[in-house]
């Protein structure tokens, strides 16, 4: 009894930690950001399942912007799902934050650059790599 209830508390715990889909679902901000507004939208509206992916998937629209002068820079859009308490998102493009002057955001350059990126969640924010996150903000 005594080593029951310590396990029944711990599987209660992660269980309550792992995050729905509908909460998962909003609009991000990257931070920090210097050169461009990099803004991810999460739905939870369900694609069916496919030979690729034998889950439950949804989409995601990545879009950027030039910070400085606010002209759209490019939309990248993808498919996410859960996995071990992770996200992982599909045809990701990690955006280093750089100039956006000296990069092309032709589709064929945005095709080449994509991958899948798994990632953590701290609140409500996902991690990016140390002190770089998506905050949640609708």
């Known amino acids: ?3 029951t209830i310590p396990a029944v508390c711990i599987v209660l715990f992660l269980l309550g930690c792992t995050k729905s889909e509908k909460e998962i679902a909003g609009v991000y ?13 999460i739905y939870s509206d369900s694609l069916q399942p496919t030979q690729v992916h034998n889950r439950k998937v949804f989409k995601y629209k990545q879009v950027f912007y030039n910070k ?10 993808g498919t996410w799902w859960l996995s071990g308490g992770k996200i992982e998102l599909m045809n990701f ?14 589709k064929e350059a945005i095709k080449n650059a994509v991958i899948l990126f798994s990632t953590s969640f701290e609140g409500e924010n996902i991690i990016v790599e140390k002190g770089v996150h998506y905050k949640k903000v609708k």
């Open 68 to 77: 400085k002068t606010s002209e759209l820079l490019f939309v990248n859009k």
């Open 29 to 41: 901000l990257k931070s920090p950001s210097v050169n461009t507004i990099d803004s991810l939208f």
């Open 93 to 106: 493009y990690f955006d280093a934050d750089n100039n956006p002057q000296d990069y092309s955001h032709s």
């Open 1 to 3: 009894m005594k080593k």
